[in-house]
Nanobody
Framework: QVQLVESGGGLVQPGGSLRLSCTASTTLFSISTLGWYRQAPGKERELVAIITSGSRANYADSVQGRFTISRDNAKKTMYLQMNTLKPEDTAIYYC?????????WGQGTQVTVSS
């Protein structure tokens, strides 16, 4: 079992920035892929960004160039730096971890982009 706890969500104006954090209950070396997903009201959950154990990152087209995913193995934490936020980025953001034992999710953190 891997517990994931997200933090850093909140209300921000369009064009602003936020940094989300996801802290794992276990060493990140046991996690092959970490990712951020989001779900807006009335929509399906979608991939935002993923990062592999070798720190290779991939992004959804909608956030490419604005969001940056990173991981700090020593702190057992993954981050999502979100810049130039748009109203359409409003959603609940979920942390995901893929391990040999299974697929684990955090409880989510709300991000609202509004003036």
């Amino acid at each position: 079992q891997v517990q994931l706890v997200e933090s850093g969500g909140g209300l921000v104006q369009p064009g602003g920035s936020l940094r989300l954090s996801c802290t794992a209950s276990t060493t990140l070396f046991s996690i092959s892929t970490l990712g951020w997903y989001r779900q807006a009201p009335g929509k399906e959950r979608e991939l935002v960004a993923i990062i592999t154990s070798g720190s290779r990152a991939n992004y959804a087209d909608s956030v490419q160039g604005r969001f940056t995913i990173s991981r700090d193995n020593a702190k057992k934490t993954m981050y999502l730096q979100m810049n130039t936020l748009k109203p359409e980025d409003t959603a609940i953001y979920y942390c995901n971890a893929v391990t040999l034992s299974g697929n684990f999710w955090g409880q989510g953190t709300q991000v609202t982009v509004s003036s």
